[in-house]
């Protein structure tokens, strides 16, 4: 039970920061120059990964991972993972720099397969699980990955892609080896035992991992983040969770129990991945998740695991509030409901701690570019302006907003929103002209539109890049409208997003037919569904006969068909 703790003010989480980044302290800042530019980071932390891996010892046979009736301490995690790393060293000849990829539902399994690739030297790349095998021939292309890791479902998928046929397959969540693995996880690890990493020269520069975004021009784009960039963004973020305790428990206090975090959210997102995942691994807290959404189950599991943190998407926030509203089990143990990747009703902030007694939420705004780092914003600082995305999150964070030409603008003036921090990404992989677009003098230009008040909150007003936003997932109309284009029948299209009070937006399309032609609306669903993931297939599609508008530039005009079809 929480009931005793106080609900530290925003205020008291500020101090609690400034005591705990002063000289000497354990989150200590300093400035360092990375490439030429300066940043505050934090002057004592671990070199790489593999170092920051190691962690976990100090939290012994505390438990880690959980999954149903699956358990893994601390020292479980570790030693396990330190066997896949070697596996893929002396069995699979991975080298440093080499990418590895997984392609695979939540599990514990893929924890520790990431823990073990990133430890080796290896760079990790995250496949969408929701990716159809278009999409996962243009990650392999893009990356050509060595080995991938992947479960039953995403095995099938790769089943006879050419693609792949130059790719070793080690199996998750199985029992024995089918087409095309060749192994599986249990061949590699034996629960229990006793293992140390590799030792591998691993250096703060060298490349760790390569997230995918979906942008404006098409193709998702691989954010590329270094080992010093990541270890960074996971010590930032346990700065703030270890201000929160500090503000509610005293510079000595402990908490009545073992913190712990539901995480419902893929790990292929960086809010999964470092927030509900890493970030844990550094604060000895336990992850405890779910491999698909079942409100119900979430529910159950924040009793019978003493969840403290419940971290997700804006529309998963709504599905517990709403659900926690009728609920038998005791929820008394959560303290905090992270949400990001989509706006939060602003009505809701204040509903959060009547509907869950001693819960509040906190909002954050990074992207996968920035690690996850960004602005948040919690207590009673959200009551006060729910509609802001938060401060930029001390210590390394600095956000400001710049006009067209570059040029600083004052705080209440609406410009593009700048993040620079020691945690950004180096840049996308294989695109050095995107790269130099979105990323200038430590910056990351975000293509979101928005201000900033007098008092450093961040106020989102709309996007810059031709971009939408479903359920904290980002989709490319260009990628969608690519697709359609290659139906017979379609002669012009154009994909946007619409308002959803659940999802933030939702995918519509409005296409014109061939002279003649008639589009089954089913059928279409069908077509796209086939060459792209679930949740980029339009949602709404409306048909016109007439030339859809263009704005003097002979560009479809998004923001006049938002406007007609908004409303029918």
């Not at 998928?157 to 996880?185: C, D, H, N, Q, Y």
């Not at 893929?266 to 698909?292: N, T």
């Not at 695991?305 to 709504?318: D, H, Q, R, S, Y």
């Amino acid at each position: 039970m929480t009931e005793g703790l106080p609900i530290p003010k925003s205020a008291e989480i500020e101090a609690a920061f400034e005591a705990l980044t002063a000289p000497g302290m354990p989150f200590e800042v300093i400035t360092k120059t990375v490439d030429g530019v300066e940043y505050q980071g934090i002057a004592r932390q671990p070199a790489n990964m593999a170092q920051l891996f190691m962690l976990c010892l100090q939290y012994g046979e505390a438990d880690f991972l959980v999954l149903g009736d699956q358990r893994y301490s601390f020292a479980e995690t570790y030693s396990a993972a330190a066997m896949i790393a070697h596996a893929l060293i002396d069995r699979y000849k991975i080298k440093k720099g080499d990418r590895v990829g997984i392609a695979a539902k939540n599990s514990i399994e893929w924890l520790i397969a990431a823990m073990a690739v990133m430890a080796s030297g290896a760079i990790l790349v995250p496949f969408n699980a929701w990716w159809r095998r278009p999409e996962l021939a243009y990650g392999i292309k893009d990356t050509q990955p060595d080995v991938i890791f992947a479960d039953a479902s995403r095995l099938a998928r790769f089943e006879g892609l050419p693609e792949a046929a130059r790719i070793t397959f080690i199996g998750l969540e199985m029992k024995e080896a089918r087409s095309p693995a060749e192994a599986v996880f249990g061949d590699l690890v034996e629960k229990g035992v006793p293992t140390a990493m590799p030792a591998v020269e691993i250096e703060r520069r060298d490349d760790v991992l390569i997230l995918y975004t979906s942008g404006s021009t098409g193709h998702p784009k691989g954010a590329v983040s270094t080992h010093g960039s990541l270890v960074s963004a996971i010590m930032a973020l346990a700065a703030f969770a270890a201000a929160v305790k500090r503000a509610m428990v005293g510079p000595n206090g402990e908490m009545p129990r073992q913190p712990a975090a539901l995480v419902a959210g893929p790990f292929f997102h960086v809010a999964a991945l470092h927030v509900g995942f890493l970030m844990s691994l550094v604060i000895g807290r336990r992850v405890v998740m779910v491999d698909k959404w079942d409100v119900e189950e979430v529910l159950r599991l924040i009793e019978v695991e003493a969840i403290t943190n419940c971290g997700g998407v804006a529309a998963m926030t709504l599905d517990v509030l709403e659900a926690a509203r009728s609920t038998p089990y005791d929820l008394s143990t959560l303290m905090d409901m992270t949400t990001g990747g989509a706006p939060f009703p602003p009505g809701m902030v204040g509903e959060v701690p009547k509907i869950i007694s001693g819960a509040r939420v906190t909002g954050i705004y990074g992207l996968t570019e920035t690690n996850a780092l960004g602005a948040v914003i919690t207590r009673d600082a959200y009551l006060e302006r729910p509609a802001s995305v938060g401060k930029a999150l001390p210590p390394t964070v600095e956000i400001k907003i710049v006009d067209e030409k570059g040029k600083d603008l004052p705080n209440g003036e609406n410009g593009e929103i700048l993040i620079k921090t020691i945690a950004n990404a180096r840049g996308y992989w294989n695109q050095p002209d995107d790269s130099a677009k979105a990323f200038r003098d430590g910056w990351h230009l975000t293509g979101d539109l928005g201000y900033l008040d007098e008092e450093g909150y961040v106020f989102i007003a709309d996007r810059k890049k031709d971009i939408i936003i479903r359920g904290g997932e980002n989709i490319s109309p260009a990628e969608i409208e690519g697709v359609l284009y290659h139906h017979p029948d379609i002669a012009e299209a154009a994909v946007f997003g619409l308002p959803d009070e659940r999802l933030g937006e939702i995918v519509a399309a409005v296409i014109r037919p061939h002279h003649g032609k008639t589009i089954n609306e089913q059928a279409l669903g069908d077509f796209v569904g086939q060459r792209l993931a679930y949740f980029k297939v339009p949602a709404r599609l409306f048909e016109t006969l007439e030339p859809l508008p263009r704005t003097a530039t002979l560009k479809v005009d998004k923001p006049r068909l938002r406007q007609i079809y908004k409303d029918k």
